[in-house]
């Protein structure tokens, strides 16, 4: 599957985002699918992840509340809704997808990954 990230892009303190990452191939439902973010000279960071019938879902405490992630097998596109964004949430944002009922925390679980999409946060 190829993955592609969009949506980002400069934001004030407290305002919102949409990111949306878009799926080829037929079988998205049957993907987990995560976000994760990094800044450079960082290790890549868990956001937030979904199950692939969008049932459960699972949040990094440092967003819990503020983001929301969700999925339209539809579309095959996974989102990324960020409210009350803060100067710490700037990064390079990226999609993975995992061949599981579940996408979880750890990015080397993961099989595909999208190119990324900066987010950046001013204060």
């Known amino acids: 599957v190829q993955l592609q990230a969009s949506g980002g892009g400069l934001v004030q303190a407290g305002g919102s985002l949409r990111l949306s990452c878009a799926a080829s191939g037929r079988t998205f439902g049957s993907y987990g699918m995560g976000w994760f973010r990094q800044v450079p000279g960082k290790e890549r960071e868990f956001v937030a992840t979904?199950?692939?019938?969008?049932?459960?879902?699972d949040y990094a405490d440092s967003v819990k509340g503020r983001f929301t992630i969700s999925r339209d097998n539809a579309k095959n596109t996974v989102y990324l809704h960020m409210n009350s964004l803060k100067p710490e949430d700037t990064a390079v944002y990226y999609c993975?997808?995992?061949?599981?009922?579940?996408?979880?925390?750890?990015?080397?679980?993961?099989?595909?990954w999208g190119q990324g999409t900066q987010v950046t946060v001013s204060s």
């Open positions: 993975a997808a995992r061949p599981s009922f579940w996408g979880g925390e750890r990015p080397n679980d993961y099989q595909y």
């Open positions: 979904i199950a692939w019938s969008g049932a459960v879902t």
